[in-house]
C-alpha cells in the first residue's frame, strides 16, 4: 500500500489509498478541513504558494502581492486564514497563497502534508510552489539570493532521510531545473543585487550543526570549523537553512514544480553572529520577495505600468 | 575544547570557552542582546522557565500564573518581551518566564540555546525548566496529563543523536528524576484529571513518523501502524511528542533541572486525527498549566485563600 498526491500539470497521480475511506479530513495545525470550509470554493483558483518561515515575513509578502498584482485592498491589511491556530499563519493575494512554515524541517513537514492535502481537496492544478527564506551564506556576500539547484544534508549528499515508523527512508531532494533557471532569468531584471544559483545545506540545528562557535553548547575548535565550512563550499554548497531537503522530498514525491529561494543574512565564512541593524535586515529579506514578484507577474503575463 | 553553561545549584559549572572572547552577545531569534539589554536586572530573579510549542498558550500561562501568584497586573495583558521577533513569544509572571518554542526538535533547539545563554548572561541560579505541552497519547484516556520520566527516540532507545559538524554525537535524555515525582505529588491535589508517569516518545515528524494514516504520503498500512504503536506502549512509552529528547538532552548537559508534562489530545491507538473541539481542546491544554502553577505555588510556600 503506498500513495501520495500529485499535482502534474495533467492533475492528481496518485492517492493516499486511507485518505478515501475517511470521512472528513481535518487539517489540524491550519485550522482547516473538508466539512467545516468549502475548500475549492476557497483555494481553488490558487497557482502559486509561496511559503517561509517568519509569520509576519509572510504577511508582508501578501501585502506586497497584493500591490504587485494590482489587486482591490492593496495597503489594506490582510486577513489570516489560519486564525483559529497560532502554529501557522496563511493570507491570499490573488492566485498567490502565502503561508509561514516555522523554523526546522519537522515545523515545516507537519505544514506541507496538511497544505497538500489542501491543494488535493481544492482540486488545484498546476501549482507551482517556493521557499522563500533567509539562510547563512557560504563564501558569498552578504544580501546575495541563492536560488537552490540542489539540497543536501549535512554530509553535502542530495537526500533526505525520512522515519517512517521505526524505519529510515532515503528521498530524493531534487528540485525543478526549468524553474531555477526561470528565476535565474529573473533574477538578471533585477540589478541592485546579487543572485546566484548554488547547493544548498540544510541542517537540523541552527549551533552545533551549522558549525556556530556561540551556541549554549560547543565542543569543536574555530579550525575544525573553518575547516568543515571550507569543505562545504568545495562541494558546492552556497548557503545553509534548515528546511531544504524535506521541502524538496516532499513536494518532488507529490509532484509539485518547487524551488528554494534564500537571501544571505551573512557569510559564515566571516562569523556567527547576524549582526546586521533590523532596516538592513528587513531590506535583505525583502530580495528573495522581489525576485518571486517578478517571476508571478511574468507567469501571468502583467506588464509594469508604475 | 568543550563547554557548556550550568545551572547546578553551586552556580555556573562550565562555560563555552568561546563565548568569553565575544565582546558582545546577540541572541537573534529572541531579539536580545548582552549589550542592548541589561539582561541581569531583566532576568536575575527568574527561578522557573516553562516552555511550550504555541505562542497563545505560552501568553495565556503568564496570565494565569499572574493570577495564581497574586501579582499585580493580574487580568491584564502581558507584554511580549521578545516582540521584536516572530520566532519565538516570552513572558513574565514574577519568577516565572513562558516562553514559546514553535514545533519540532530544531525549532526547540534554536530556543533553548539562547534561552540557556540568557539564563547565563542573567546570573540566574537554580532554575527548574518544565516543557509544558500537548501530545499524542498510547493507551491512555484523552485529556490525560503524562509526567516524563524518560525521553526515548523512534526506536524506544533514551537517546539523542545531535549532528555536531558532520558527526553524529548521542546524548543522554534523562531527566531529573526527583523533580518528576514532586511534580506526581502535586497531581494529587488536583482529581479532576488523570496525571501519570511514563515515557515519551519523541519524533521528527508528525505523520509518516508517528505511523498517522492520514498524511499527504502514507506507504504503510493500517496493521502495520498498530503494530508498531503497541510495539512502543509495550516498551513503556504512554504519549508521543516532537521535542523531548532535545529538550532532555540539552537542559541535561547544562544543569538544568528539567521536566516535561504533556496532555494527550487524543488516544492514538484509536485514531490518527484530533477531533474534539476547540472548548475541549482548550481545557485539556489548561491541565499542565494547572498542576505546574500548582507546584510553583508549592515551591514558593503561598497557600491558596480564595
Chains 1, 2 share one sequence.
Not at 492544478?125 to 539547484?149: M, P, Q, W
Amino acid at each position: 500500500m503506498q500513495g501520495c498526491f500529485g499535482f502534474a500539470p495533467t492533475g492528481v497521480r496518485e492517492q493516499n489509498p486511507h485518505l478515501d475511506l475517511m470521512e472528513e479530513d481535518i487539517l489540524y495545525h491550519l485550522d482547516l478541513g473538508t466539512k467545516t470550509h468549502n475548500l475549492p470554493a476557497m483555494f481553488g483558483d490558487i497557482k502559486f504558494v509561496c511559503v517561509g518561515g517568519s509569520p509576519n515575513r509572510m504577511r508582508a509578502f501578501a501585502q506586497f502581492m497584493r500591490r504587485e498584482l494590482g489587486l482591490a485592498g492593496a495597503g489594506e491589511d490582510v486577513a489570516d486564514i489560519c486564525a483559529g491556530s497560532d502554529r501557522y499563519a496563511m493570507y491570499r493575494a490573488g492566485p498567490v497563497l502565502s503561508i509561514s512554515h516555522g523554523m526546522g524541517i519537522p515545523s515545516i513537514s507537519i505544514m506541507l502534508h496538511e497544505l497538500i492535502k489542501l491543494l488535493h481537496h481544492a482540486k488545484c492544478r498546476d501549482v507551482t510552489i517556493i521557499r522563500i527564506g533567509t539562510s547563512g551564506g557560504l563564501g558569498i556576500e552578504a544580501g546575495s539570493v541563492v536560488i537552490t539547484d540542489m539540497a543536501v544534508d549535512s554530509s553535502f549528499r542530495p537526500r533526505f532521510e525520512q522515519v517512517v515508523l521505526d524505519d529510515v527512508v532515503v528521498r530524493s531532494t531534487e528540485l525543478d531545473k526549468d524553474l531555477a533557471e526561470e528565476l535565474l532569468t529573473c533574477s538578471r531584471d533585477i540589478p541592485d543585487f546579487p543572485t546566484l544559483i548554488g547547493h544548498t545545506m540544510c541542517t537540523y540545528d541552527f549551533y552545533e550543526g551549522q558549525g556556530r562557535l556561540d551556541g549554549a553548547l560547543c565542543s569543536f575548535s574555530s579550525e575544525k570549523k573553518l575547516d568543515y565550512l571550507r569543505r562545504a563550499y568545495e562541494a558546492g554548497v552556497r548557503n545553509i537553512e534548515m528546511e531544504s531537503t524535506a521541502f524538496a522530498a516532499l513536494c518532488g514525491l507529490c509532484g509539485l514544480k518547487a524551488a528554494v529561494v534564500c537571501v544571505a543574512l551573512l557569510d559564515r565564512l566571516q562569523g556567527d553572529q547576524i549582526r546586521a541593524s533590523h532596516e538592513v535586515l528587513w531590506e535583505y529579506q525583502q530580495r528573495p520577495q522581489r525576485l518571486i514578484a517578478a517571476f508571478i507577474r511574468k507567469r501571468l503575463g502583467l506588464v509594469r505600468t508604475d
